[in-house]
């Protein structure tokens, strides 16, 4: 199992920036790629970046030039930096890890609790 506890949340003024955290525990040794999703009110949740364990990233287009994903193989922690926000970007993140075997995903998603961040116009 693996356990994954966002904070960093809040809320920003239009143009503002925050920076989100993920700390993980548990079994990380299974863990290949984490990433952030979120959710807005009356959404399905959505990609927002993803990290591999060697550092690849993706990011949804949305975010790009925008967000930046990082992350601290040795205080197992993903980071969000968030700069520019726009109203559009208020929704729950939710951190998430992708367990592996033998490098491949096997299906198995892990999912913090989220931490809300509202961007006021």
């Known amino acids: 199992q693996v356990q994954l506890v966002e904070s960093g949340g809040g809320l920003v003024q239009t143009g503002g920036s925050l920076r989100l955290s993920c700390a993980a525990s548990?079994?990380?040794?299974?863990?290949?790629?984490m990433g952030w999703y979120r959710q807005a009110p009356g959404k399905q949740r959505e990609l927002v970046a993803t990290i591999a364990t060697g550092g690849r990233t993706n990011y949804a287009d949305s975010v790009k030039g925008r967000f930046t994903i990082s992350r601290d193989n040795a205080k197992n922690t993903v980071y969000l930096q968030m700069l520019s926000l726009k109203p559009e970007d208020t929704a729950v993140y939710y951190c998430n890890a992708r367990r592996q075997i033998e490098g491949v995903f096997d299906g198995t998603d892990y999912w913090g609790k989220g931490t809300l961040v509202t961007v006021s116009s």
């Open positions: 548990g079994r990380m040794f299974s863990i290949n790629s």
